[in-house]
């Protein structure tokens, strides 16, 4: 039973919460998962990290994240890494082996044109993951060439490819990227303009950053998809969702 | 026995130090506190984050933390909570039950008048609890309406009416807010004001940022009460205040 | 076996990663290591950090480390203390009894002059540790009295000393030292007139922050010796000097 249930509070619907795991031991997830471990649904192992772990330690901690139902995906630029070396198939069939139940597809660090991307689409799908597919380049000069309206573009292309879920690049750091400025704050005209243009329950906004939770909470409601959130703000993250922190108090 | 016990070292006289855990787990939190369990004496679950877990994992940690006697307690904005749904007296039960033996009434997301204000102090106190009270609005624009008259009003009428100890509100950001402009530097004139017009050793300054620690060391003692000091930086505060760290190393 | 190992990737040669510990648990590192263990080589216990633990627990964390072949030594401060002091023999003797293998010999917040520091290194390197000597002044306004051809020469110096590792002060910060502007932006005119004129292989670069790991990868190789690396940024470092980060993605 949780505590002070006595006191009313804001409730959330359906959510989706991304979290990043950029290197953690089994016995610190296992410990805090019973801390947060209701409170996300997915987790990320950042960009080409699993790359670097034994194949035990990702099968364990993949069968922990599960037990918990998150689902667990290695980052998109390893999958551009096996693309780049025309090994897509056998990326897919190690992931499996390793317990991954869901893979991101990007081309945040190399070219994958449109039809090629449509097609890995489909190969995901069809391996039976969960598909998430992210706009945006890691290089904020390559990311300042996308138009607004070419990202809902490439949102609703996706879409209609049939990705599950469509993630808006905003890398670990939150600044200089998609709809964030060089001081990671939200492009007004941008955010509206995509929350216009595109089925908003599709999306998960990458928000490393609070300032960035506390807009997107307080424009598109609390149960709006955050991602790349940093494994020790899950709680925080949940506050703002439900009120329970200054930022959000009252305001939901 | 600690290591290089002989050499000489800068003592502390009492001090008071508040750390924030914002959601960490019970076994980092054991193995944790053989490291740093001597070099703090509060613990503040922030803000709301303690409705998002099980009451047993609340009991297990306060039980921990009181091991090394240090004081623990939920986020004043809990109470505030609780306050606003015309149940303190629940609250104060059920926090009891919990293992709290501290309560923060603060106003930072809700308004709360000055007799109301007192008489949360006496109700608080009289349910035995250890009682701290916090000067400051959450909201950067509400706060910046304090003049540092009002402030120092609010402090001596908060330890007129008996609160144990008032903290000056930082938050976890300690930037444009209280005593700090908007890059987190310290208004020196206001820290002045406040030091020379109310009881030092009932003060405790929120900072959560390392310039903040040393400045506050260095112009007001090594013994200052400092709070939101976040819980991989509390050795670190230790070095500060010990003359350990480059920044106040043979200043003290 | 690690994980994708069919995946072709970039080789890194010897190198040499220094990670900062600034309090960490026994349990926390043990299960830390078994993801990041193989991926670092040297742990700095922060400045005077080690002075507030117990013998036992430095002891247990120095085996635990060294069962890695990582290198373990208290932080430069803690020597300039017991120099200022007179007690220097002392201290290298209880730096062995807790089981310390490496030492680093600075003057970043004390006034040691060329000869004495020439015979510390051979004190140092007489009882039989690892010897890194640091360059650079805590105080930023200090720190930059220092032309960029007094830096060079004193590295020289160092290493003609037969100093087996010459470190270049960054603080835990990044900012306003060294060859760090007040951003922590690189000055690469520093940078590249320290390249030219040392031997680059005995040379370590604090490097707290991304961007400076990034920059001093793609410029001076992806073995390019890297210090006070965050514990939780060991694996992101790694990925760096690998190409499975966006930022060195096909660069390498």
Same mark, same amino acid.
Request: glycine share 8%.
């Given at each position: 039973?949780?505590?002070?249930?006595?006191?009313?509070?804001?409730?959330?619907?359906?959510?989706?919460?991304?979290?990043?795991?950029?290197?953690?031991?089994?016995?610190? =997830?296992? @410990? *805090?998962? !019973?801390?947060?471990?209701?409170?996300?649904?997915?987790?990320?192992? $950042?960009?080409? /990290?699993?790359?670097?772990?034994?194949?035990?330690?990702?099968?364990?901690?993949?069968?922990?994240?599960?037990?918990?139902?998150?689902?667990?995906?290695?980052?998109?630029?390893?999958?551009?890494?096996?693309?780049?070396?025309?090994?897509?198939?056998?990326?897919?069939?190690?992931?499996?082996?390793?317990?991954?139940?869901?893979?991101?597809?990007?081309?945040?660090?190399? =070219?994958? @044109? *449109?039809? !090629?991307?449509?097609?890995?689409?489909?190969?995901?799908?069809?391996? $039976?993951?969960? /598909?998430?597919?992210?706009?945006?380049?890691?290089?904020?000069?390559?990311?300042?060439?996308?138009?607004?309206?070419?990202?809902?573009?490439?949102?609703?292309?996706?879409?209609?490819?049939?990705?599950?879920?469509?993630?808006?690049?905003?890398?670990?750091?939150?600044?200089?990227?998609?709809?964030?400025?060089?001081?990671?704050?939200?492009?007004?005209?941008?955010?509206?303009?995509?929350?216009?243009?595109?089925?908003?329950?599709?999306?998960?906004?990458?928000?490393?950053?609070?300032?960035?939770?506390?807009?997107?909470?307080?424009?598109?409601?609390?149960?709006?998809?955050?991602?790349?959130?940093?494994?020790?703000?899950?709680?925080?993250?949940?506050?703002?969702?439900?009120?329970?922190?200054?930022?959000?108090?009252?305001?939901?």
């Amino acid at each position: 039973m949780k505590a002070f249930e006595f006191l009313d509070k804001v409730k959330i619907d359906d959510v989706n919460t991304m979290v990043l795991d950029k290197g953690l031991g089994y016995k610190f =997830i296992e @410990d *805090s998962l !019973k801390i947060n471990g209701d409170y996300f649904n997915f987790l990320k192992y $950042g960009w080409g /990290t699993s790359m670097l772990y034994d194949k035990e330690i990702i099968q364990d901690k993949n069968e922990l994240y599960h037990s918990y139902n998150i689902r667990t995906y290695p980052g998109g630029t390893l999958l551009e890494l096996a693309n780049s070396q025309n090994k897509v198939a056998e990326f897919l069939e190690e992931a499996d082996n390793l317990g991954f139940n869901a893979i991101e597809i990007s081309d945040g660090s190399s =070219i994958i @044109d *449109s039809q !090629k991307r449509a097609q890995l689409i489909d190969q995901v799908k069809d391996a $039976g993951y969960f /598909t998430l597919t992210e706009i945006g380049k890691k290089n904020p000069e390559k990311d300042h060439e996308y138009s607004i309206k070419d990202r809902i573009q490439l949102i609703n292309t996706d879409i209609e490819n049939k990705s599950d879920m469509v993630i808006i690049e905003g890398r670990e750091s939150g600044k200089n990227i998609g709809i964030y400025d060089e001081k990671g704050n939200i492009k007004n005209d941008d955010l509206l303009a995509i929350k216009e243009n595109t089925p908003n329950n599709k999306i998960m906004w990458e928000a490393p950053n609070k300032n960035q939770q506390v807009e997107l909470i307080l424009k598109l409601g609390n149960n709006v998809n955050l991602g790349n959130i940093s494994f020790d703000e899950i709680i925080s993250v949940t506050t703002l969702r439900k009120g329970l922190r200054g930022d959000t108090f009252l305001k939901l």
